[in-house]
């Protein structure tokens, strides 16, 4: 058994699969610290992100280089990378298609897919169905990210294997949240829908299972997990929304009647994004862990309001109401309220952010273009968690009737 979770733990197996699917890491020599590429004919294109595909040229291979982030963990190998320098090996990639594909198959773990998805739920289809995935998003999310912190497992190393993503370099590999949360979300609105929405649940199923397979699949071609760290992902999720599946509905009560709700959603979040296992090493964790928390509370705290408003803007009538039909006029008002619900959203963050921090790196007598001060947890911790919490309560509260002002709704 020990064996076999090293060989699915192992980074030679991520290699493996990344040459299968057209994504092979060029041969270099490692001079006094540097990588040194041999010459090619095949021009060499500097990606600094993956999502930069604008930038690749046609030919037998795309070959890329990417440069490591600055929150990159240089002193800690055992993170994933063995070279302690600015720049990472070369690759090339022979399959445009998988490569376009297991891309924007990640993008469905990453904070854009969060901060347009569920919120879409909520401003054209059924709050109901967007509070759910935020609770089991809120729920699976921060217990992966302290999970990652708590075993330090490390993540695959570059080389034999080719990353194509930099911003979570220095955090830990097991188990892998992307996985959890995209599996949660799709399977989450997969259990939740059929009472609220008429569709064929064995469509619902074959999409919900091939996007989760996806997002696997993408975690490894972006050299990001090993296999391990995404089956774990996989079934942790899948164990929690077992476990809680009984209780989702005497919790959906409690939250929008209790008088308690409101309270207790920001002071338990907040709590929990103290006490997040610290580490000896600046990580994107813990920051991100107090935005989901923040994100979740606030939400908690809005729907609670529009309950004892009255005013829940769910639909209304017989349920489960029939998927609304795919027309010119409808595209163009949900596209509207995507739109103004972005914006609103936008907004507050970039107001929140700015006045949280100039008030807590005052507060501290830093300056707020410090980066190393506003990862201090005294800061980092209040300003992301003051930002998202508002953002949530925007999202929940503000934006529906702003619709309404504005004819949208």
């Known amino acids: 058994m020990l064996k076999l979770l090293k060989y699915l733990h192992g980074s030679e197996l991520v290699a493996k699969f990344q040459r299968a699917c057209g994504l092979f890491l060029i041969e270099a020599a490692h001079q006094n610290g540097n990588w040194v590429h041999p010459p090619r004919e095949t021009p060499l294109i500097d990606a600094e992100a993956p999502h930069q595909l604008a930038r690749l040229r046609c030919g037998n291979g795309h070959v890329i280089t990417n440069e490591k982030d600055s929150n990159s963990n240089d002193k800690h190998k055992e993170n994933g990378y063995s070279v302690g320098v600015s720049a990472r090996p070369q690759y090339e990639v022979r399959n445009r298609l998988l490569y ?46 302290a999970l990652k912190d708590v075993l330090k497992l490390p993540r695959p190393l570059s080389p034999p294997v080719v990353k194509l993503e930099k911003r979570v370099d220095a955090e830990y590999g097991l188990p892998s949240t992307h996985v959890m949360a995209t599996t949660a979300i799709f399977f989450t609105l997969l259990l939740s829908a059929p009472s609220r929405v008429q569709f064929q649940f064995e469509v619902g199923l074959l999409v919900a299972v091939v996007l989760s397979v996806l997002v696997c699949l993408s975690r490894l071609y972006t050299g990001m997990h090993s296999a391990l760290d995404v089956i774990c992902g996989a079934l942790i999720s899948a164990t929690l929304m077992l476990v809680t599946y009984p209780y989702w509905e005497t919790f959906d009560r409690l939250q929008l009647t209790s008088p308690l709700s409101p309270v207790g959603a920001l002071v338990l979040a907040l709590f929990l994004s103290y006490t997040y296992p610290e580490l000896d090493h600046y990580t994107t964790t813990r920051g991100d862990t107090t935005t989901i928390l923040g994100v979740g509370a606030g939400c908690s705290v809005g729907y609670w309001v529009n309950e004892r408003l009255g005013e829940t803007f769910e639909p209304q009538g017989v349920l489960p109401i029939p998927l609304p039909a795919l027309t010119l006029g409808g595209l163009a008002l949900a596209s509207s309220r995507f739109v103004v619900g972005v914006v609103a959203l936008v907004a507050t963050r970039q107001i929140m952010k700015t006045a949280s921090l100039w008030v807590l790196c005052s507060w501290y007598g830093v300056s707020v273009k410090d980066i190393d001060a506003r990862r201090r947890k005294e800061i980092e911790v209040p300003y992301k968690f003051t930002t998202y919490t508002s953002i949530g309560l925007v999202h929940s509260i503000l934006v529906n009737r702003l619709f309404i002002v504005l004819g949208l709704l």
């Not at 376009?100 to 469905?108: E, I, R």
């Open 100 to 145: 376009f594909l297991f891309l924007v198959s990640a993008g469905l773990g990453h904070e854009v897919f969060y901060i347009t998805f569920p919120p879409c739920l909520h401003w054209n289809l059924d709050p109901f169905l967007c509070r759910r995935l935020v609770n089991i998003w809120t729920m699976v999310m921060y217990i992966g990210q």
